[in-house]
């Protein structure tokens, strides 16, 4: 069983930087697929960056530009590094593992 523990989270004013991170345990291999989502109050939870043990990244057009996400393939961990932040990131940022497998969620919010 895996299970993901991210750490990272806080309150930050507009225009600044966040780093999330999500460690994986319980895992014998490599996981493949990692990733964020995110879901803010009253909305539905959509993909933010996702990557692949290559490095191959996609990201939401959203957060294309100020978002990196990265991995550790010998730890199964992931960072998302976020930049130029704005209230509109204030969400619960979630790690995922392909799986199907969810952290319990890591709240961001953006405010001045």
């Known amino acids: 069983q895996v299970q993901l523990v991210e750490s990272g989270g806080g309150l930050v004013q507009p225009g600044g930087s966040l780093r999330l991170s999500c460690a994986a345990s319980g895992s014998r291999f490599s996981i493949n697929l990692m990733g964020w989502y995110r879901q803010a109050p009253g909305k539905e939870r959509e993909v933010v960056a996702l990557i692949i043990p290559s490095g191959i990244t996609t990201y939401a057009d959203s957060v294309k530009g100020r978002f990196t996400i990265s991995r550790d393939n010998a730890k199964n961990a992931i960072d998302l590094q976020m930049n130029s932040l704005k209230p509109e990131d204030t969400a619960v940022y979630y790690c995922?593992?392909?799986?199907?497998?969810w952290g319990k969620g890591t709240l961001v919010t953006v405010s001045s």
């Open positions: 995922y593992a392909q799986g199907h497998y």
